[in-house]
């Protein structure tokens, strides 16, 4: 029996954007209230159907910001995702103000492997964030950063912000340099062939 796969709903040919979980443009009363809605229909289905109920769509996890920070949309803000069945674009949840963003790059396999033969995982994730973080802007900043990446004094500057903040950007960075996935490499085979066909 053939596996059918679901083409995956956001562009793997673009940079990351990642905005924090606690950036201040979050709409937290609508994740809230969407967070509500989903655990009403999770209730409801279990009391209908037990335990066999299918409660996939309806899991916190299964958020569409979720899926955002988990990587899964390779932190594409234009992703349509769905909420119950409902489309959902990432973007329209930053709507409270001008978020900060930071643009995240693909690596060099070289500098890649370089980071990845890093023992210590904190350095790990802070080699990460100096090498795949391209840029920041947001309503107090517009800066980009060269190929070499963030400098010392602005990761400092980060860190002064948020003391966390270094470590979840070389997360986010290394998320979003991960192996494509199945359906990700599926998409862009559908999106080469008419090229090749020339």
Request: proline share 6%.
């Amino acid at each position: 029996m053939l596996r059918t796969l679901i083409p995956p709903q956001h562009r793997i040919d673009v940079p990351g954007q990642f905005i924090c979980d606690w950036d201040t443009s979050l709409d937290t009363a609508r994740l809230a209230a969407e967070l509500a809605e989903m655990e009403a229909e999770r209730a409801k289905r279990l009391a209908d159907e037990g335990e066999s109920a299918d409660l996939r769509g309806f899991r916190p996890e299964d958020h569409p910001l979720s899926s955002y920070w988990s990587g899964w949309t390779r932190f594409d803000l234009q992703a349509q995702c769905y909420l119950m069945g409902r489309p959902v674009v990432i973007r329209s949840y930053f709507n409270q103000g001008e978020p900060t963003i930071f643009t995240l790059k693909r690596l060099s396999w070289q500098r890649y492997c370089l980071i990845m033969d890093i023992e210590d995982p904190g350095e790990q994730l802070r080699a990460f964030a100096m090498a795949g973080v391209s840029a920041i802007k947001g309503a107090d900043v517009d800066v980009t950063f060269d190929a070499k990446g963030v400098p010392d004094e602005r990761m400092q500057a980060l860190f002064n912000a948020k003391h966390s903040l270094p470590q979840v950007l070389g997360t986010a960075v290394a998320l979003y340099n991960r192996a494509l996935t199945e359906q990700e490499c599926g998409a862009l085979r559908t999106f080469r062939a008419p090229l090749q066909q020339r």
